[in-house]
Protein backbone atom coordinates (compact mmCIF):
# COMPACT_ATOMS: atom_id res chain seq x y z
CA UNK A 1 0.00 0.00 0.00
CA UNK A 2 1.31 3.16 -1.11
CA UNK A 3 2.36 5.57 2.10
CA UNK A 4 0.53 8.75 0.97
CA UNK A 5 0.04 11.41 2.97
CA UNK A 6 -3.31 12.96 3.81
CA UNK A 7 -1.89 16.08 2.22
CA UNK A 8 -0.87 14.36 -1.05
CA UNK A 9 -3.99 12.34 -1.15
CA UNK A 10 -6.33 15.67 -0.99
CA UNK A 11 -4.25 17.27 -3.65
CA UNK A 12 -4.54 14.33 -6.17
CA UNK A 13 -8.59 14.35 -5.64
CA UNK A 14 -8.26 18.02 -6.53
CA UNK A 15 -7.27 17.41 -9.81
CA UNK A 16 -10.35 15.70 -10.55
CA UNK A 17 -13.42 16.53 -8.06
CA UNK A 18 -14.41 20.07 -7.23
CA UNK A 19 -14.79 20.72 -3.42
CA UNK A 20 -16.23 18.98 -1.00
CA UNK A 21 -12.51 19.55 0.84
CA UNK A 22 -14.20 17.91 4.34
CA UNK A 23 -14.75 14.31 2.67
CA UNK A 24 -11.54 14.50 0.94
CA UNK A 25 -9.68 15.32 4.25
CA UNK A 26 -11.94 12.15 6.16
CA UNK A 27 -11.03 9.47 3.00
CA UNK A 28 -7.25 10.73 3.21
CA UNK A 29 -6.79 9.96 7.59
CA UNK A 30 -8.92 6.73 6.85
CA UNK A 31 -6.21 5.92 4.62
CA UNK A 32 -3.18 6.96 6.30
CA UNK A 33 -4.75 5.03 9.39
CA UNK A 34 -4.08 1.98 7.26
CA UNK A 35 -0.66 2.96 6.94
CA UNK A 36 -0.37 3.80 10.40
CA UNK A 37 -1.45 0.57 11.67
CA UNK A 38 1.00 -1.31 9.52
CA UNK A 39 3.89 0.30 11.64
CA UNK A 40 2.01 -0.72 15.02
CA UNK A 41 3.71 -3.38 16.81
CA UNK A 42 2.07 -6.27 16.12
CA UNK A 43 0.60 -6.86 19.90
CA UNK A 44 -1.50 -3.47 19.17
CA UNK A 45 -1.89 -3.60 15.66
CA UNK A 46 -4.69 -6.10 15.94
CA UNK A 47 -6.98 -4.24 18.52
CA UNK A 48 -6.78 -1.12 16.03
CA UNK A 49 -10.42 -1.43 14.14
CA UNK A 50 -10.81 0.45 10.85
CA UNK A 51 -13.10 3.98 11.21
CA UNK A 52 -15.36 3.26 8.77
CA UNK A 53 -17.13 6.34 7.31
CA UNK A 54 -20.62 6.88 5.90
CA UNK A 55 -20.48 9.87 3.31
CA UNK A 56 -23.47 12.44 3.02
CA UNK A 57 -24.83 14.01 -0.14
CA UNK A 58 -27.36 14.12 -3.07
CA UNK A 59 -26.40 12.70 -6.02
CA UNK A 60 -24.23 14.15 -8.34
CA UNK A 61 -21.64 15.56 -5.61
CA UNK A 62 -19.00 13.04 -6.14
CA UNK A 63 -19.60 10.43 -3.49
CA UNK A 64 -18.65 8.16 -6.01
CA UNK A 65 -16.08 9.81 -7.74
CA UNK A 66 -14.31 10.40 -4.41
CA UNK A 67 -14.16 6.14 -4.54
CA UNK A 68 -13.36 5.63 -7.94
CA UNK A 69 -10.73 7.91 -7.52
CA UNK A 70 -9.40 6.58 -4.67
CA UNK A 71 -9.04 3.09 -6.17
CA UNK A 72 -6.40 4.51 -8.78
CA UNK A 73 -4.70 6.22 -6.20
CA UNK A 74 -3.84 3.68 -4.09
CA UNK A 75 -2.53 0.26 -4.57
CA UNK A 76 -4.84 -1.04 -1.65
CA UNK A 77 -7.26 -3.74 -3.04
CA UNK A 78 -10.89 -2.02 -3.75
CA UNK A 79 -14.26 -2.74 -4.59
CA UNK A 80 -17.23 -0.99 -4.96
CA UNK A 81 -20.63 -2.60 -4.86
CA UNK A 82 -24.14 -1.09 -4.77
CA UNK A 83 -26.07 -1.76 -1.13
CA UNK A 84 -29.54 -2.39 -3.44
CA UNK A 85 -28.05 -5.40 -5.32
CA UNK A 86 -28.18 -8.04 -2.18
CA UNK A 87 -31.22 -9.68 -0.67
CA UNK A 88 -31.35 -11.60 2.89
CA UNK A 89 -29.23 -15.06 3.57
CA UNK A 90 -32.39 -17.46 2.46
CA UNK A 91 -33.36 -15.19 -0.54
CA UNK A 92 -33.07 -15.61 -4.62
CA UNK A 93 -30.22 -12.84 -4.87
CA UNK A 94 -26.61 -11.97 -3.68
CA UNK A 95 -25.74 -12.65 0.04
CA UNK A 96 -23.33 -9.40 1.36
CA UNK A 97 -20.59 -12.03 1.50
CA UNK A 98 -19.87 -11.83 -2.01
CA UNK A 99 -18.36 -8.59 -1.92
CA UNK A 100 -15.58 -9.88 0.21
CA UNK A 101 -15.19 -12.85 -2.20
CA UNK A 102 -15.34 -10.23 -5.53
CA UNK A 103 -12.93 -8.12 -3.59
CA UNK A 104 -10.37 -11.32 -3.19
CA UNK A 105 -11.15 -12.37 -7.12
CA UNK A 106 -10.19 -8.55 -8.04
CA UNK A 107 -7.07 -8.72 -6.02
CA UNK A 108 -5.48 -11.76 -7.15
CA UNK A 109 -6.66 -10.97 -10.93
CA UNK A 110 -4.63 -8.18 -10.50
CA UNK A 111 -1.68 -10.10 -8.31
CA UNK A 112 -1.48 -12.41 -10.99
CA UNK A 113 -1.41 -10.00 -13.91
CA UNK A 114 1.44 -7.99 -12.26
CA UNK A 115 3.71 -11.41 -11.84
CA UNK A 116 2.87 -12.21 -15.56
CA UNK A 117 4.02 -8.68 -16.42
CA UNK A 118 7.15 -9.07 -14.29
CA UNK A 119 8.33 -12.16 -16.40
CA UNK A 120 7.29 -11.04 -19.85
CA UNK A 121 10.52 -11.10 -20.89
CA UNK A 122 11.43 -14.59 -20.06
CA UNK A 123 8.14 -16.21 -21.31
CA UNK A 124 8.71 -14.37 -24.46
CA UNK A 125 12.02 -16.15 -24.68
CA UNK A 126 10.35 -19.32 -24.29
CA UNK A 127 7.59 -18.77 -26.26
CA UNK A 128 10.28 -17.74 -29.19
CA UNK A 129 11.59 -21.02 -28.98
CA UNK A 130 8.51 -22.72 -29.44
CA UNK A 131 7.68 -21.00 -32.17
CA UNK A 132 11.04 -21.57 -33.87
CA UNK A 133 9.70 -25.23 -32.99
CA UNK A 134 6.95 -25.16 -35.16
CA UNK A 135 8.83 -22.95 -38.37
CA UNK A 136 11.68 -25.82 -38.17
CA UNK A 137 11.16 -28.26 -40.61
CA UNK A 138 10.59 -31.91 -38.51
CA UNK A 139 13.05 -33.55 -41.42
CA UNK A 140 15.24 -35.70 -39.17
CA UNK A 141 16.03 -36.05 -35.60
CA UNK A 142 17.50 -33.14 -33.80
CA UNK A 143 21.44 -32.61 -33.24
CA UNK A 144 21.00 -30.79 -29.81
CA UNK A 145 22.02 -33.02 -26.63
CA UNK A 146 19.14 -34.12 -24.50
CA UNK A 147 19.55 -35.83 -21.35
CA UNK A 148 17.71 -38.94 -20.26
CA UNK A 149 14.96 -39.46 -17.70
CA UNK A 150 18.23 -40.95 -15.32
CA UNK A 151 20.38 -37.74 -14.22
CA UNK A 152 22.84 -40.17 -12.91
CA UNK A 153 23.43 -40.94 -16.61
CA UNK A 154 25.73 -38.74 -19.31
CA UNK A 155 23.34 -37.70 -22.10
CA UNK A 156 23.61 -38.99 -24.94
CA UNK A 157 24.47 -37.25 -27.86
CA UNK A 158 22.62 -37.26 -31.36
CA UNK A 159 24.90 -36.71 -34.14
CA UNK A 160 24.44 -36.93 -38.19
CA UNK A 161 25.29 -35.44 -41.38
CA UNK A 162 23.39 -32.11 -40.56
CA UNK A 163 24.95 -31.48 -37.16
CA UNK A 164 26.45 -28.18 -37.97
CA UNK A 165 23.66 -26.91 -40.35
CA UNK A 166 20.49 -27.03 -37.91
CA UNK A 167 21.88 -23.99 -35.68
CA UNK A 168 22.51 -21.92 -38.27
CA UNK A 169 19.64 -22.57 -39.48
CA UNK A 170 18.00 -22.12 -36.57
CA UNK A 171 19.50 -18.82 -36.24
CA UNK A 172 18.76 -18.03 -39.34
CA UNK A 173 15.42 -18.39 -39.01
CA UNK A 174 15.16 -16.62 -35.42
CA UNK A 175 16.56 -13.47 -36.90
CA UNK A 176 14.02 -13.18 -39.52
CA UNK A 177 11.63 -13.72 -36.86
CA UNK A 178 12.98 -10.84 -35.12
CA UNK A 179 12.29 -8.75 -38.23
CA UNK A 180 9.44 -9.74 -38.94
CA UNK A 181 9.63 -11.14 -41.78
CA UNK A 182 7.49 -14.55 -41.05
CA UNK A 183 4.73 -12.18 -39.93
CA UNK A 184 1.86 -13.09 -42.93
CA UNK A 185 3.33 -17.21 -42.38
CA UNK A 186 -0.06 -19.63 -40.33
CA UNK A 187 1.38 -21.66 -37.61
CA UNK A 188 -0.66 -24.56 -36.08
CA UNK A 189 -0.68 -23.75 -32.46
CA UNK A 190 -1.76 -26.47 -29.27
CA UNK A 191 -3.30 -24.71 -26.29
CA UNK A 192 -4.93 -26.39 -23.69
CA UNK A 193 -9.07 -26.40 -24.02
CA UNK A 194 -9.93 -24.52 -20.19
CA UNK A 195 -13.50 -24.46 -21.19
CA UNK A 196 -15.72 -26.64 -19.61
CA UNK A 197 -19.26 -26.77 -19.21
CA UNK A 198 -20.48 -24.81 -16.27
CA UNK A 199 -22.97 -26.06 -14.20
CA UNK A 200 -24.71 -23.11 -12.11
CA UNK A 201 -25.83 -23.98 -8.39
CA UNK A 202 -28.01 -21.40 -6.83
CA UNK A 203 -27.18 -21.56 -2.69
CA UNK A 204 -27.23 -19.33 -0.05
CA UNK A 205 -23.56 -20.07 -0.16
CA UNK A 206 -23.50 -18.31 -3.40
CA UNK A 207 -23.77 -19.68 -7.03
CA UNK A 208 -20.54 -18.05 -7.99
CA UNK A 209 -19.13 -20.05 -5.04
CA UNK A 210 -20.69 -23.24 -5.65
CA UNK A 211 -20.18 -23.17 -9.09
CA UNK A 212 -16.48 -22.66 -9.33
CA UNK A 213 -16.19 -25.08 -6.74
CA UNK A 214 -18.05 -27.96 -8.43
CA UNK A 215 -16.16 -27.14 -11.80
CA UNK A 216 -12.28 -27.48 -10.05
CA UNK A 217 -13.71 -31.17 -8.53
CA UNK A 218 -15.06 -32.23 -11.44
CA UNK A 219 -11.99 -31.32 -13.62
CA UNK A 220 -9.55 -33.88 -12.70
CA UNK A 221 -12.47 -36.29 -13.73
CA UNK A 222 -11.98 -35.39 -17.07
CA UNK A 223 -8.70 -35.15 -19.60
CA UNK A 224 -7.47 -32.47 -20.50
CA UNK A 225 -8.46 -31.42 -23.60
CA UNK A 226 -6.40 -29.50 -26.06
CA UNK A 227 -7.41 -27.04 -28.19
CA UNK A 228 -5.55 -26.74 -31.97
CA UNK A 229 -5.74 -23.11 -33.31
CA UNK A 230 -4.43 -22.03 -36.88
CA UNK A 231 -2.92 -18.33 -36.25
CA UNK A 232 -0.67 -16.36 -37.74
CA UNK A 233 3.30 -15.89 -35.96
CA UNK A 234 2.38 -12.88 -34.11
CA UNK A 235 -0.65 -13.43 -32.54
CA UNK A 236 0.91 -17.44 -31.70
CA UNK A 237 3.56 -15.96 -30.31
CA UNK A 238 1.59 -13.76 -27.93
CA UNK A 239 -0.86 -16.73 -27.15
CA UNK A 240 2.20 -18.65 -26.50
CA UNK A 241 4.16 -16.14 -24.34
CA UNK A 242 0.58 -16.18 -22.79
CA UNK A 243 0.93 -19.31 -21.74
CA UNK A 244 4.53 -19.29 -20.66
CA UNK A 245 4.00 -16.53 -18.51
CA UNK A 246 1.39 -18.51 -16.59
CA UNK A 247 3.29 -21.46 -16.28
CA UNK A 248 6.20 -19.22 -14.60
CA UNK A 249 3.94 -17.45 -12.08
CA UNK A 250 3.48 -19.03 -8.47
CA UNK A 251 -0.24 -18.91 -8.13
CA UNK A 252 -0.23 -20.42 -4.35
CA UNK A 253 1.64 -17.33 -3.63
CA UNK A 254 -0.45 -14.93 -5.39
CA UNK A 255 -2.82 -16.29 -3.75
CA UNK A 256 -1.85 -16.14 -0.24
CA UNK A 257 -0.15 -12.49 -0.80
CA UNK A 258 -3.76 -11.35 -1.81
CA UNK A 259 -5.41 -12.69 0.85
CA UNK A 260 -3.18 -10.80 3.04
CA UNK A 261 -3.26 -7.48 1.29
CA UNK A 262 -7.12 -7.93 1.08
CA UNK A 263 -7.36 -8.75 5.40
CA UNK A 264 -5.07 -5.78 6.11
CA UNK A 265 -5.55 -2.93 3.38
CA UNK A 266 -8.69 -4.01 1.92
CA UNK A 267 -11.33 -0.66 1.08
CA UNK A 268 -14.81 -2.05 0.30
CA UNK A 269 -16.94 0.84 -1.25
CA UNK A 270 -20.55 0.33 -0.34
CA UNK A 271 -22.82 2.83 -2.34
CA UNK A 272 -26.42 3.67 -2.63
CA UNK A 273 -26.76 2.49 1.37
CA UNK A 274 -29.83 4.51 2.05
CA UNK A 275 -31.52 1.97 -0.44
CA UNK A 276 -31.29 -0.62 2.70
CA UNK A 277 -32.88 1.57 4.80
CA UNK A 278 -36.67 0.65 5.74
CA UNK A 279 -39.20 3.20 5.51
CA UNK A 280 -41.22 3.81 9.07
CA UNK A 281 -44.61 2.22 7.68
CA UNK A 282 -42.72 -1.18 5.91
CA UNK A 283 -44.47 -4.39 7.64
CA UNK A 284 -43.59 -8.04 7.20
CA UNK A 285 -40.49 -9.32 6.22
CA UNK A 286 -38.03 -6.69 4.17
CA UNK A 287 -35.45 -8.97 2.66
CA UNK A 288 -34.26 -6.12 0.25
CA UNK A 289 -33.55 -3.71 3.40
CA UNK A 290 -33.62 -4.30 7.13
CA UNK A 291 -33.04 -8.53 6.15
CA UNK A 292 -29.81 -6.80 4.14
CA UNK A 293 -28.65 -4.36 7.06
CA UNK A 294 -28.26 -7.44 9.32
CA UNK A 295 -26.47 -9.52 7.32
CA UNK A 296 -24.19 -6.89 6.70
CA UNK A 297 -23.70 -6.47 10.16
CA UNK A 298 -21.25 -9.09 10.61
CA UNK A 299 -19.23 -8.69 7.78
CA UNK A 300 -18.48 -4.84 8.59
CA UNK A 301 -17.81 -6.02 12.58
CA UNK A 302 -14.97 -8.69 11.54
CA UNK A 303 -15.67 -12.40 10.22
CA UNK A 304 -14.52 -15.13 8.63
CA UNK A 305 -15.76 -15.34 4.92
CA UNK A 306 -15.33 -18.96 3.14
CA UNK A 307 -13.87 -18.28 -0.66
CA UNK A 308 -12.22 -20.69 -3.21
CA UNK A 309 -9.03 -19.67 -2.18
CA UNK A 310 -9.33 -19.75 1.58
CA UNK A 311 -10.99 -18.00 4.84
CA UNK A 312 -10.81 -14.36 4.56
CA UNK A 313 -11.07 -12.49 7.77
CA UNK A 314 -12.62 -8.74 7.87
CA UNK A 315 -11.85 -7.37 10.65
CA UNK A 316 -9.78 -4.88 9.43
CA UNK A 317 -11.25 -4.30 5.78
CA UNK A 318 -12.67 -0.46 5.74
CA UNK A 319 -15.84 0.39 4.45
CA UNK A 320 -17.09 3.42 3.29
CA UNK A 321 -20.96 3.58 2.28
CA UNK A 322 -22.49 6.56 0.76
CA UNK A 323 -26.06 7.21 0.19
CA UNK A 324 -28.21 10.47 -0.32
CA UNK A 325 -30.56 10.01 2.18
CA UNK A 326 -33.19 11.99 0.80
CA UNK A 327 -36.51 10.58 1.98
CA UNK A 328 -34.57 8.67 5.14
CA UNK A 329 -31.42 9.69 7.94
CA UNK A 330 -28.64 8.10 8.93
CA UNK A 331 -30.06 7.06 12.36
CA UNK A 332 -32.61 4.97 10.56
CA UNK A 333 -30.10 2.50 10.36
CA UNK A 334 -30.17 -0.25 12.46
CA UNK A 335 -28.32 1.12 15.84
CA UNK A 336 -25.69 -2.07 15.56
CA UNK A 337 -24.68 -0.53 12.08
CA UNK A 338 -24.58 3.01 13.39
CA UNK A 339 -21.49 2.23 15.10
CA UNK A 340 -19.70 0.66 13.06
CA UNK A 341 -19.68 3.70 10.97
CA UNK A 342 -18.72 6.51 13.01
CA UNK A 343 -17.55 9.13 10.92
CA UNK A 344 -20.27 10.96 8.81
CA UNK A 345 -19.51 13.56 5.91
CA UNK A 346 -21.92 15.61 4.51
CA UNK A 347 -21.22 16.74 1.10
CA UNK A 348 -22.22 19.89 0.16
CA UNK A 349 -24.50 20.22 -2.89
CA UNK A 350 -23.14 22.44 -5.98
CA UNK A 351 -23.85 25.78 -7.07
CA UNK A 352 -23.10 27.51 -10.36
CA UNK A 353 -19.14 28.73 -9.14
CA UNK A 354 -18.54 24.96 -8.39
CA UNK A 355 -20.50 24.02 -11.49
CA UNK A 356 -17.74 26.65 -13.53
CA UNK A 357 -15.31 25.47 -12.05
CA UNK A 358 -16.47 21.45 -12.93
CA UNK A 359 -16.51 22.77 -16.48
CA UNK A 360 -13.52 23.81 -16.82
CA UNK A 361 -10.35 22.90 -13.60
CA UNK A 362 -10.04 19.12 -13.46
CA UNK A 363 -8.16 17.40 -15.86
CA UNK A 364 -10.44 15.32 -17.09
CA UNK A 365 -12.81 18.51 -17.58
CA UNK A 366 -15.75 17.97 -19.87
CA UNK A 367 -14.46 20.88 -21.91
CA UNK A 368 -11.63 19.31 -22.72
CA UNK A 369 -12.92 15.87 -23.29
CA UNK A 370 -15.40 18.03 -26.13
CA UNK A 371 -12.57 19.38 -27.47
CA UNK A 372 -11.01 16.27 -27.58
CA UNK A 373 -13.68 14.55 -29.45
CA UNK A 374 -14.08 17.24 -32.00
CA UNK A 375 -10.50 17.01 -32.13
CA UNK A 376 -10.70 13.85 -34.13
CA UNK A 377 -12.68 15.14 -36.83
CA UNK A 378 -10.23 18.22 -37.38
CA UNK A 379 -12.63 20.57 -35.65
CA UNK A 380 -11.27 22.87 -33.01
CA UNK A 381 -13.73 23.95 -30.60
CA UNK A 382 -13.26 27.16 -27.84
CA UNK A 383 -15.62 28.20 -25.48
CA UNK A 384 -15.38 31.70 -24.51
CA UNK A 385 -15.33 32.71 -20.44
CA UNK A 386 -18.67 33.81 -20.29
CA UNK A 387 -20.55 30.60 -22.27
CA UNK A 388 -19.02 28.70 -19.39
CA UNK A 389 -20.68 30.69 -16.67
CA UNK A 390 -23.84 30.74 -18.31
CA UNK A 391 -23.81 27.02 -18.84
CA UNK A 392 -23.07 27.09 -15.32
CA UNK A 393 -26.05 29.49 -14.31
CA UNK A 394 -28.69 27.19 -16.57
CA UNK A 395 -27.04 24.25 -14.60
CA UNK A 396 -28.04 25.53 -11.47
CA UNK A 397 -31.44 27.10 -12.44
CA UNK A 398 -33.10 23.74 -13.94
CA UNK A 399 -31.69 21.77 -10.39
CA UNK A 400 -33.05 24.39 -8.33
CA UNK A 401 -36.77 23.43 -10.47
CA UNK A 402 -36.74 20.49 -11.39
CA UNK A 403 -34.54 17.41 -9.63
CA UNK A 404 -31.36 18.79 -8.44
CA UNK A 405 -28.78 15.85 -10.47
CA UNK A 406 -25.84 17.96 -9.01
CA UNK A 407 -22.72 17.83 -11.35
CA UNK A 408 -24.68 15.70 -13.70
CA UNK A 409 -26.89 18.30 -15.10
CA UNK A 410 -23.88 19.71 -17.18
CA UNK A 411 -23.71 16.75 -19.12
CA UNK A 412 -27.16 16.72 -20.29
CA UNK A 413 -26.85 20.76 -21.14
CA UNK A 414 -23.89 20.19 -22.86
CA UNK A 415 -25.07 17.48 -24.98
CA UNK A 416 -27.97 19.33 -25.90
CA UNK A 417 -25.77 22.78 -26.62
CA UNK A 418 -23.24 20.87 -28.56
CA UNK A 419 -25.72 18.31 -30.58
CA UNK A 420 -25.45 20.27 -33.77
CA UNK A 421 -22.31 20.60 -33.81
CA UNK A 422 -21.28 17.04 -32.95
CA UNK A 423 -23.58 15.69 -35.80
CA UNK A 424 -22.20 18.27 -38.61
CA UNK A 425 -18.30 17.38 -37.64
CA UNK A 426 -17.62 14.85 -40.15
CA UNK A 427 -19.38 17.10 -43.42
CA UNK A 428 -18.02 20.68 -42.18
CA UNK A 429 -15.79 22.69 -44.24
CA UNK A 430 -15.08 24.83 -40.70
CA UNK A 431 -11.66 24.11 -39.06
CA UNK A 432 -12.81 26.47 -35.86
CA UNK A 433 -15.68 27.00 -33.75
CA UNK A 434 -16.39 29.25 -31.40
CA UNK A 435 -19.22 29.15 -28.34
CA UNK A 436 -20.11 32.07 -26.73
CA UNK A 437 -23.14 33.41 -24.92
CA UNK A 438 -25.50 34.27 -27.70
CA UNK A 439 -24.95 30.76 -29.39
CA UNK A 440 -25.63 29.19 -25.76
CA UNK A 441 -28.99 31.70 -25.20
CA UNK A 442 -29.95 30.20 -28.79
CA UNK A 443 -29.49 26.62 -28.63
CA UNK A 444 -31.06 26.24 -24.50
CA UNK A 445 -33.35 29.57 -23.64
CA UNK A 446 -36.16 27.64 -25.33
CA UNK A 447 -35.88 24.66 -23.14
CA UNK A 448 -35.12 26.08 -19.76
CA UNK A 449 -38.34 28.57 -20.19
CA UNK A 450 -40.19 26.13 -20.59
CA UNK A 451 -40.14 23.81 -17.20
CA UNK A 452 -42.28 20.67 -18.84
CA UNK A 453 -39.12 20.59 -21.53
CA UNK A 454 -36.97 20.90 -19.33
CA UNK A 455 -37.90 18.44 -17.06
CA UNK A 456 -38.42 15.60 -19.98
CA UNK A 457 -35.18 16.99 -22.08
CA UNK A 458 -33.04 18.09 -19.25
Not at 8 to 32: N, S
Not at 265 to 285: C, N, T
Not at 306 to 330: C, N, Q, R, W
Request: glycine share 6%; aromatic share 4%.
Amino acid sequence: MKSLKPAEIVTELDKYIVGQHQAKRAVAVALRNRWRRQQVPPDLRNEIAPKNIILIGPTGVGKTEIARRLALLTESPFYKVEASKFTEVGYVGRDVESMVRDLLEITVTIDKAREQEAVRDKARQLAEERMLDLLLPKAGPSPVARPTSDPGEHPIELVSSTGAEAPSTREKLRGLLRQGKLDSRYVDVETPDRNMPMVEIFSNVGMEELGINFKDMLGGLFPKGVKRRRLKVPEALDVLAHEEAQGLVDVDKIVKQAIERVEQAGIIFIDEIDKIVAKGGSHGPDVSREGVQRDLLPVVEGCTVTTKYGPVKTDHILFIASGAFHTVKPSDLIPELQGRFPIRVELAALGRDEFVRILTEPKNALLIQYAALLQTEGLEIVFAAEAVVEVARLAEEVNTRTENIGARRLHTLMERLLEQILFDAPDTTEKRVVVDSSYVEARLKGIISNEDLSRYIL
